[in-house]
Nanobody, 113 residues
Framework: QVVESGGGLVQPGGSLRLSCVVS????????MAWYRQPPGKERELVAL???????TYGDSVKGRFTISSDGAKHTGVLQMNGLKPGDTAAYLC?????????WGRGTQVTVSS
């Protein structure tokens, strides 16, 4: 099971900290990633951290968002700073294991004054 938390309403320029928790397994994951899906738009990659802790970021969030996790990729955090109205979306955590992967149900982030 993958569960996200930490979303909410924030003013432009503000910060939020999203968390992702994996339960029900002792297997270490290959990667943990955050995706987002604005209303009426396609899902896009926000950030990914691999099993060797290499990180990848979407162009629109580079320099503002930071992804981190434990070694097994069972807990992760997406620190979001300098939020913009364009960051408004449902944010979903995705965890990739060797043979399968899992999505959380998402947490809503709304950036508005």
């Amino acid at each position: 099971q993958v569960v996200e938390s930490g979303g909410g309403l924030v003013q432009p320029g503000g910060s939020l900290r999203l968390s992702c928790v994996v339960s029900g397994t002792r297997r270490s994951a290959h990667s943990m990633a955050w995706y987002r899906q604005p209303p009426g738009k396609e899902r896009e990659l926000v950030a990914l951290i691999s099993n060797d802790d290499r990180t990848t970021y979407g162009d629109s969030v580079k320099g503002r968002f930071t992804i981190s996790s434990d070694g097994a990729k069972h807990t992760g955090v997406l620190q979001m700073n300098g939020l913009k109205p364009g960051d408004t979306a449902a944010y979903l955590c995705h965890v990739q294991f060797a043979r399968d992967s899992y999505w959380g149900r998402g947490t809503q982030v709304t950036v508005s004054s």
